[in-house]
Nanobody, 118 residues
Framework: QVQLVESGGGLVQAGGSLRLSCAAS????????MGWFRQAPGKEREFVAA????????YYVDSVKGRFTGSRDNAKNTVYLQMNSLKPEDTAVYYC???????????WGQGTQVTVSS
């Protein structure tokens, strides 16, 4: 089973940027779409972005369109989420997932905390 490890979270001021990474410590992303999700305190986990296997298509939740960009490097088994113009409401634990856009997502990382101060 593929093990996913996120990194790049942290504390940033509103308007700032962060770049999250998700790497496969074991296994490969081969043939799978990759997704980013987030969960804020007291809220359900929500979809943020998905990047298809070939990297030719990406999908975003409306609240991050124009600010977040997903990408992937299949040779490195790594997926990225570039987050710009961050807002306090982006504060959450961010998870990467491997699977299929539209479901199911078959493997999840442990999450990385993103905190945006106002």
């Amino acid at each position: 089973q593929v093990q996913l490890v996120e990194s790049g979270g942290g504390l940033v001021q509103a308007g700032g940027s962060l770049r999250l990474s998700c790497a496969a410590s074991e296994g490969t992303f081969s043939g799978f779409d990759m997704g980013w999700f987030r969960q804020a305190p007291g809220k359900e986990r929500e979809f943020v972005a998905a990047i298809t296997w070939g990297g030719d298509s990406a999908y975003y939740v409306d609240s991050v369109k124009g600010r977040f960009t997903g990408s992937r490097d299949n040779a490195k088994n790594t997926v990225y989420l570039q987050m710009n113009s961050l807002k306090p409401e982006d504060t959450a634990v961010y998870y990467c997932a491997m699977g299929y856009y539209g479901g199911p997502w078959v493997s999840w990382g442990q999450g990385t905390q993103v905190t945006v101060s106002s």
